[in-house]
């Protein structure tokens, strides 16, 4: 889902992916899967990172040849490219940034810095409440993580639906059906950025909150 959201993004800001750089921090089961579809895609993933630090490229990496850190624990560091710390991957000068490792990465003291136009964020809650005025206020898209990595969760109900309905869903109607609901949920979210003139997390916001006034209105209290 992060990719599929950082492509619409994109497509949004009129920034093709085969002009678009892109540096992923977090390279497990979110990250990874982002910077190998992004660049499929044909975006330029520069740098990706784990644990112990940062890869960097400014031509690009060949992200399926690194392992993910469940492949191959902190492997990233010994592929070919300048080794930097993680907190400078943040600060690279690329087109879109993901932090999808560990939350509070982005904060007032080095929002600053990102010289990124638009954040994904990959990991749950990756910048801060101060780093988000600051992004805000020099014009940094940031969408934000209950709408960019919901596929987990998304692909989890899927996985319900099978289960009641003793079906068994091949792959690709996966990938289908969630690419579907992923960018349904942009469209809501875009809508409300247009028409309020709010930020993508307070359009978030704004779609979550109507959603649940309208079930509570017509379920009553439940259970």
Same mark, same amino acid.
């Given at each position: 889902?992060?990719?599929?959201?950082?492509?619409?993004?994109?497509?949004?800001?009129?920034?093709?992916?085969?002009?678009?750089? @892109?540096?992923?921090?977090?390279? #497990?089961?979110?990250?990874?899967? +982002?910077?190998?579809? =992004?660049?499929?895609? *044909?975006? /330029? $993933?520069?740098?990706?990172?784990?644990?112990?630090?940062?890869?960097?490229?400014?031509?690009?990496?060949?992200?399926?040849?690194?392992?993910?850190?469940?492949?191959?624990?902190?492997?990233?560091?010994?592929?070919?490219?300048?080794?930097?710390?993680?907190?400078?991957?943040?600060?690279?000068?690329?087109?879109?940034?993901?932090?999808?490792?560990?939350?509070?990465?982005?904060?007032?003291?080095?929002?600053?810095?990102?010289?990124?136009?638009? @954040?994904?964020?990959?990991?749950? #809650?990756?910048?801060?409440?101060? +780093?988000?005025?600051? =992004?805000?206020?020099? *014009?940094? /898209? $940031?969408?934000?993580?209950?709408?960019?990595?919901?596929?987990?969760?998304?692909?989890?109900?899927?996985?319900?639906?099978?289960?009641?309905?003793?079906?068994?869903?091949?792959?690709?109607?996966?990938?289908?059906?969630?690419?579907?609901?992923?960018?349904?949920?942009?469209?809501?979210?875009?809508?409300?950025?247009?028409?309020?003139?709010?930020?993508?997390?307070?359009?978030?916001?704004?779609?979550?909150?109507?959603?649940?006034?309208?079930?509570?209105?017509?379920?009553?209290?439940?259970?």
């Amino acid at each position: 889902s992060v990719a599929i959201v950082t492509r619409a993004a994109c497509e949004y800001e009129d920034r093709p992916l085969s002009e678009t750089t @892109v540096a992923v921090q977090g390279y #497990g089961s979110v990250g990874a899967n +982002a910077a190998r579809l =992004l660049e499929d895609w *044909g975006a /330029t $993933v520069v740098a990706v990172s784990d644990v112990n630090g940062a890869i960097y490229d400014p031509d690009g990496l060949e992200t399926r040849s690194i392992p993910t850190h469940a492949e191959e624990p902190e492997a990233v560091t010994e592929q070919d490219g300048e080794v930097l710390p993680n907190e400078a991957l943040l600060e690279l000068d690329v087109d879109v940034v993901i932090p999808a490792a560990v939350g509070n990465v982005i904060t007032a003291d080095n929002a600053g810095d990102v010289r990124a136009d638009i @954040v994904v964020e990959g990991a749950n #809650g990756p910048t801060t409440v101060g +780093a988000d005025t600051v =992004l805000d206020e020099r *014009g940094v /898209t $940031v969408i934000p993580d209950i709408l960019a990595n919901a596929g987990g969760v998304t692909v989890s109900y899927f996985e319900w639906l099978q289960d009641i309905n003793r079906r068994s869903w091949s792959l690709e109607r996966v990938n289908d059906e969630l690419e579907t609901e992923m960018l349904k949920a942009w469209d809501a979210v875009r809508s409300e950025v247009e028409a309020r003139g709010v930020s993508w997390r307070d359009a978030a916001y704004i779609v979550a909150l109507d959603r649940i006034g309208a079930a509570h209105g017509a379920r009553g209290v439940w259970p």
